[in-house]
Antibody, heavy 120, light 106 residues
Framework: QVQLQESGPGLVKPSETLSLTCTVS????????WSWIRQPPGKGLEWIGYIYYSGSTNYNPSLKSRVTISLDTSKNQFSLKLNSVTAADTAVYYC??????????????WGQGTMVSVSS | DIQMTQSPSTLSASVGDRVTISCRASQSISRWLAWYQQKPGKAPKLLIYKASSLESGVPSRFSGSGSGTDFTLTISSLQPDDFATYYCQQYNSYFTFGPGTKVDIK
């Protein structure tokens, strides 16, 4: 059974870069879309972007200028970098998988989430 | 971009009740709609995909319907484990989530 686990710093200073990694265990990275999704405290869910196993990416237009998602197939990991962070980027960050249905399907596997706070 | 709305924002119900949650897209998304359940401190859990397909392992009391811009999640007989927040999500163009519907105990 596939499991996802987020890892990375829980505290980032304003204007710096938030970096998180998602490790995929129990399955292959191939033929899926791998996304980052975030949820500010007490608020709803926001999709950040995805990377396809081929390496192609797609980002939320509202965050596109600050986001990079990359893939390391040798380690079965994918990563998020969000630069120039502010307090508004404080959130629980989830990684999630979507099946390939000639395009991404719904998110069927999620990590447990990791809280990232932006504060000096 | 496609906006998603949900109604109601909060729903008070009792065990055994039939519960219906509505979701509307700002433009047609065909049937590219999913429903998730989220409990406090936990990741969302996929319930329904492609508007009406039940995810493996999800109880059959959950069902989804709709196409185009209007969708519905129905819980046929509410169980104690179902008190949670429910989100709809479109994946026709990028991904957008609705604001959520909290189902609490009446």
């Amino acid at each position: 059974q596939v499991q996802l686990q987020e890892s990375g710093p829980g505290l980032v200073k304003p204007s710096e870069t938030l970096s998180l990694t998602c490790t995929v265990s129990g399955g292959s990275i191939s033929r899926y879309y791998w996304s980052w999704i975030r949820q500010p405290p007490g608020k709803g869910l926001e999709w950040i972007g995805y990377i396809y196993y081929s390496g192609s990416t797609n980002y939320n237009p509202s965050l596109k200028s600050r986001v990079t998602i990359s893939l390391d197939t040798s380690k079965n990991q994918f990563s998020l970098k969000l630069n120039s962070v502010t307090a508004a980027d404080t959130a629980v960050y989830y990684c999630a998988r979507a099946q390939d249905s000639s395009g991404p399907d719904a998110f069927d596997v999620w990590g447990q989430g990791t809280m990232v706070s932006v504060s000096s | 971009d496609i906006q998603m709305t949900q109604s109601p924002s909060t729903l008070s119900a009792s065990v055994g009740d039939r519960v219906t949650i509505s979701c509307r897209a700002s433009q047609s998304i065909s049937r590219w709609l999913a429903w998730y359940q989220q409990k406090p401190g936990k990741a969302p859990k996929l319930l329904i995909y492609k508007a009406s397909s039940l995810e493996s392992g999800v109880p059959s009391r959950f069902s989804g319907s709709g196409s185009g811009t209007d969708f519905t999640l129905t819980i046929s007989s509410l169980q104690p484990d179902d008190f949670a927040t429910y989100y709809c999500q479109q994946y026709n163009s990028y991904f957008t989530f609705g604001p959520g519907t909290k189902v609490d105990i009446k």
